[in-house]
């Protein structure tokens, strides 16, 4: 089942996007920074089954001058034991359905480098690379 956690419940996701970062972010970090996020244009896609949180993905929220009002997702993560089971292109449909409704027209996302399989998977959805996500600590 696919669905927009609510706001309250967001720590439940803490868990996956832990799993996502290799634990490399504590999860008081996490909770800190989730706290935030859900005041801002955010909300967060997950997938159930049956009780258990297998899928999780940021939704991002903005008017771009280049793509017009736009959805970035971030952090999609489906757990491992889920994987190869037709659960992203589902939840990826789900989430263009879910966008469409509230009047987007466009989604865009940044993925790492060295997650080749991620690029297949957005390659096969048809998203096209249009440049370099950069980032600098200050």
Known sequence: ???????????TVIPLVQKLNNNKISYEVLEQRFSEMVTQNYECAVIYNGDKLIGVTGLWFCTRHYSGRSVEPDHVYIDDGYRGMGLGKQFFEWIYNYIKAKGYEAVELNTYVTNAPSHKFYFNEGFKILGYHFLKKI
């Not at 089942?1 to 720590?11: A, D, L, P, V, W």
Request: aromatic share 10%; charged share 35%; net charge neutral.
């Open 1 to 11: 089942m696919f669905k927009i956690i609510e706001k309250e419940n967001i720590n």
